[in-house]
Nanobody, 115 residues
């Protein structure tokens, strides 16, 4: 069994920063990729950023240049550094680990950008 625990969400003013973390524990094996999704009220879940086991990254167009995904393989942890936050970044953020052919999801953490 695999558990993913997210942290780092909260309320921040426009232009501010937050750093999300997601740590995996349990039966960890062959992590192929890690990523962050988000879902805003009334909208579909969308991929924000992902990072492969080789370190290559992909970003949602609207967050390029503001968000950075990184990983610590020794700690089985993925991070999302979010800078220059905008109100439209408000959403529940979910991490996902792809191990083998399966995806494992975190419980979600709320990010609210508001003045």
């Amino acid at each position: 069994q695999v558990q993913l625990v997210e942290s780092g969400g909260g309320l921040v003013q426009p232009g501010g920063s937050l750093r999300l973390s997601c740590a995996a524990s349990g039966s960890i094996f062959s992590i192929n990729a890690m990523g962050w999704y988000r879902q805003a009220p009334g909208k579909e879940r969308e991929l924000v950023a992902d990072i492969s086991k080789y370190g290559s990254t992909n970003y949602l167009e609207s967050v390029k240049g503001r968000f950075t995904i990184s990983r610590d393989n020794a700690k089985n942890t993925v991070y999302l550094q979010m800078n220059s936050l905008k109100p439209e970044d408000t959403a529940v953020y979910y991490c996902v680990f792809v191990m083998g052919a399966l995806g494992y999801w975190g419980q979600g953490t709320q990010v609210t950008v508001s003045s």
